[in-house]
């Protein structure tokens, strides 16, 4: 062994790891790009052009640090959401307050449950603080809220992961039942309520935002409804102390200027959301059908992208993606047991929709041929 | 005590603090606007006009995650470096690769050295993750390469913290200098080698990029020679085996796209960087002479701002910073003992230079008046 300086013990134990390949390095390594970018539930109909503009207006006033303490977006979102700025945190996409989290409530060995094949970005940050994951299948093909629980109860879990809208399948719970499991949560349990698809789910799948229990944070964000992937801009809502200990390690200048302005003018412009929510709709209605024609079954989805089963085993859907790639669309898929069956479908304009329909059927015959 | 999650220890015992209140803080405390923004040792000069078109003409692409391997800006680093990209590592500005590097080497209890006024938000990563901090005095408003050095071997420490140029004096040393430094600490002692003022420092303060140590990182940021602070993008060089480490812990996805865009461009506009280096350089002058026809003597800076000794103790430098702020003048100070005489003034345009320029006599009157 060299010397050199030694990483932490639990650092060296982790593999260099990258939750997801972007399309970017696919796109090199295959030495093309792809036609269709319809694989990372990114929102093609992209941002208000009020939004854009407000972009465009900051640009000159890069020079200047942001606010650290976010003021005027804090304050416009505890306006939307009927609480107080103290009860918002704003960080640099769910995935960076996500880590902070984890970083909060989870020491070595630690159990943190969440279901088996959700988001790898947070299994990531779990295991990057050495914590011990503990999964629990998904449940015809819906997080299984009697199984987490169960899990929460039994491991005394520090934190508990829920997606809803779910990803990767797309599926949903209504907001009583996710009412009735926060209410049966053990209050020292944290549970992280992901809502990152929250704007494109129907309202009866969000319960009315509470922030009197400490033990809930609420996650939103501005990459996918409101089409600002690449800006790294979201926000979590819970009870003000459990907010205000986010200040103990966040990092404070880390939100880019330019997210402040975009996201203003993002909250101010519902008219545009209601289109963007709805074009999502029906795009969702397209994929299904698109689906449909070709013998395969559509999940519900109450998020921007379409889960489809592919009628066989994970290999097959394996195969289905590579054929789709090999014809220029990116698409991903579900890797976990059960769930892999199917392949993941964003939503995007017509043009890329058109791609995807086109090549669906070559694809799967090439798959079918390939078995 | 509540029900309610249990924060982990060491988290439960840090503050809620801001390494820095910003300036849209004081604003809004105040009730009223700045006329010079001269504290956050921004760069009033702002980006290339050609970065600014190119962060324009991303923002319709906006709604797309980053790619994130940073493959184009890595490529576009290493080239001007002179290295491989796989020697590079792109973050959310030099603070969020601090906090990385800090979370890599340091456990509970390890010795961190730095120098005692030196880098609040260093400190701040290193008290997040437990760390011990080991502070070094400045020597003659220099950093101690030799203390700092005694004090690495001495404690074993895993990681020490230089800035070069320094940051909140402005000093530096000569690149020789900072290589016996280098040859000299152990190499299990990381070298953190924060060079965000490098492009406004003499060449001969800045060794020859060499990736062959294990031990060192040089940091490097857009955030200041290019006029990009909102951006939040900085850059580490070093060996790859290092650098690569990054991949275990940082956020993936966490650099907002545009950095990318925006990144390149700079690095092309070599002619634009030219021109505000000689400005940065400029006003410095300004700023010294504006010192000294005040009685007061500035510090020799190598950044973009200038540090000047007010002539007493620190709570007269405070008292000169509060009337400057009385007066809608924001700079800031160091606030270590020894350093705390001073007060740091960053360039800026001429406007913004001028209102310092005629409010600093009136500020130090009445800053007399009060003692």
Redesign the interface.
Known sequence: M????????L?AS?????????P??QE?ARGRPFRA?LG?N??????SPAV?EA??AS???????????N?ELRQALAELHGVAPENIVIG??I??LL?LTV?????TGDPVVTSLGAYP?FNFHVS?FGARLVTVPYEDDRESLDGLLDAARREKA??VYLSNPDNPMGTWWEAEDILHFIEALP????LILDEAYGETAPASALPPIDVSR??VLRMRTF?KAY??????CGYAIGEA??I??F???R?????????QA?GLAALKDRAHLERVVKAVGFCRQRLSAIAEAHGLKALPSATNFVTIDCGRDGAFALRVLQELAERDVFVRKPMAPGLDRCIRVSVGLEAEIAIFEAELGPALAAARSAS
Request: hydrophobic share 30%; charged share 25%; with cysteine.
């Open positions: 060299t010397d050199r300086p030694s990483l932490t013990p650092v982790l593999p260099a790891t990258v939750p997801f390949v972007g970017e390095a090199r970018r990372a990114e929102n093609g109909f992209g941002p854009v972009m465009r640009t000159p006033e890069m020079w200047k640090y942001c606010d650290p303490e003021h640099e996409g995935d960076g880590g970083r909060q409530y989870a020491q970005t990057g520090c934190i209050p020292t349990t944290l400490p033990n990459s089409g600002l992937a690449g800006l790294r102390e459990t205000r200990a200040e103990k390690v990092n404070h200048f880390g939100v880019n200027r330019m997210a975009a």
